[in-house]
């Protein structure tokens, strides 16, 4: 009886450690919130950063984690209706400038 206590217990460690567990932070992390259809400003900074900031009374301000998905289905300056999954920036600590969350794209269009 012992030994199949044993076996059984040691099954059961082996089985949860093997689940990967998700990052809190970046875009492969945890979905903090969702946009559907938010009015918004998407604006290419630099060659490797893309950003969408809000048009709503909530305003916010994202660093997209995807840009092929919206290379060629805007340009700089658009005003688009944009849909996505939120992530928390992965930055901790003291800044003068404000840090954007990360928004992984799922639907983008022009208005």
């Keep these: ?12 460690i082996t089985t ?43 305003d916010y301000f994202y660093t997209i984690c995807n840009p092929s998905f919206v290379d060629g289905k805007i340009t700089d300056g658009d005003t688009i209706l944009v849909s996505g999954k939120a992530h928390k920036n992965c930055f901790e600590g003291e800044s003068f400038i404000a840090q954007p969350s990360l928004l992984e794209v799922t639907a983008v269009r022009r208005k």
Excluded: H, W
């Design 1 to 12: 009886m012992i030994k199949y206590f044993t076996a059984v217990l040691m099954l059961i």
């Design 16 to 58: 949860s450690c093997n689940k990967e567990a998700l990052p809190d932070c970046g875009c492969q992390g945890v979905t903090t919130g969702t946009l559907d259809q938010s009015l918004a400003v998407y604006k290419q900074r630099l060659p490797s950063e893309y950003l969408v900031t809000g048009l709503k009374p909530n």
